[in-house]
């Protein structure tokens, strides 16, 4: 049977794969975003999949009018998306407070909302972050999974732990479910914004024949936004009995190994891709073994064929005169 799925922040790059996802799987996409931007919808859906997404102009941080987004809705999932990412939380952690925390508790609020008028809760998926670790010196173990120590030295991160709480809190105090997902390093075509997004536009420059320099170095868990669409999907689809978090892994790659990958793929790229800066703040041996546990089957793609499905539709883009960097 079609599900109705509530997507927030789905004019996003996480928005636009699973709403994708959704579509060729025969389910009903609604998106509500604070602006409909469809730039990231065009790379991936064609003219009629995008005439198929309903879309509402909603801030995920107004409470009254999410409460009658879902009301007249009654979507039987919510993938909850909608975030400022780590650089803008950084510049105004007040703004990120109150989009990535009351924007989630919203979420909740909502589903609350729903099954006091009698109507069946929404299942509910949210995005979390690997920013809830610390870096990797902070780590003894091997492989950090779902029940690692929380080390956040990032509002974004500080405020992704406190939904994790939250979200604890809503199924003790009001038995309400959730999964929230935590993904690293993800890339792949629309991936435009925030601290990971640099891989994936280094990409983009070297198809320009453009030189291009990622601001860290060091190792980090790469992952293709097919495969993590996939995990949000999955779980969207399935009843939780419970509120459980897991840690999303992927290829563990150095940043010369990354920058080799890329040149295999577009020769010459190497000459074109530096690297300069400290590791990122998050631990890169991030583990799902898990998530994959909980939800047998999810895809997995490998670095190698990420990178080569997100040079075609680059390259595509740029045929087009439509690749930005
Ligand atoms: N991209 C990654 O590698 C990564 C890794 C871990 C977690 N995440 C999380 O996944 C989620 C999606 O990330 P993304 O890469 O798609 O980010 P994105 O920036 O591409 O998309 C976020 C969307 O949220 C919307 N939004 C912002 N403020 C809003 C508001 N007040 N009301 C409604 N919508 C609002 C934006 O307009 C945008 O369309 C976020 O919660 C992010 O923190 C992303």
Not at 41 to 68: C, G, N, R, Y
């Amino acid at each position: 049977m079609p599900q109705k799925i509530l997507i927030t922040g789905g004019c996003g790059f996480f928005g636009t794969w699973i709403i994708k996802r959704l579509l060729d799987d025969g389910d009903v996409p609604v998106v509500l975003d604070v602006a409909k931007t469809t730039k990231r919808w065009e790379m991936i859906l064609s003219p009629a999949e995008i005439a198929k997404v309903a879309f509402h102009q909603v801030k995920i941080d107004d409470t009254e009018a999410l409460l009658a987004l879902v009301a007249a809705e009654k979507p039987d999932a919510i993938i909850h998306l909608a975030a400022l990412q780590v650089p803008t939380c950084r510049d105004n952690p007040l703004a990120g407070a109150k989009v990535n925390v009351i924007g989630t508790l919203n979420i909740f609020e909502a589903a609350k909302a729903q099954r006091s008028a009698g109507h069946p809760l929404p299942r509910i998926v949210y995005a979390s972050s690997a920013a809830v670790f610390g870096p990797d010196a902070e780590y003894a173990e091997t492989h950090v999974g779902d029940h690692a120590a929380l080390k956040p030295t990032t509002h974004y991160g500080a405020f992704k732990v406190c939904n994790e709480s939250s979200a604890k809190a809503y199924w003790i105090a009001n038995q309400i479910p959730s999964v929230g997902l935590r993904p690293l390093t993800v890339y792949g075509p629309g991936r435009d914004t925030g601290m990971t997004s640099f891989p994936t536009r280094a990409l983009a420059a070297a198809i320009k024949g453009q030189a291009f320099d990622i601001p860290f170095n060091g190792k980090t868990a790469y992952i293709h936004m097919r495969e993590v669409a996939d995990m949000f999907v999955t779980a969207a689809r399935r009843p939780a009995s419970d509120s459980v978090v897991y840690t999303v892994g992927g290829d563990i790659v150095d940043m010369p190994d990354f920058i080799a990958a890329v040149d295999r793929l577009l020769p010459g790229a190497k000459k074109l891709i530096t690297s300069s800066g400290a590791p990122l703040p998050i631990v890169s041996r991030v583990d799902d073994a898990s998530l994959r546990a909980a939800y047998p089957g999810l895809l997995r793609i490998p670095l190698d064929q990420g990178l080569r499905e997100t040079i075609e539709v680059f390259k595509r883009r740029d045929a087009e005169g439509k690749l930005e960097v």
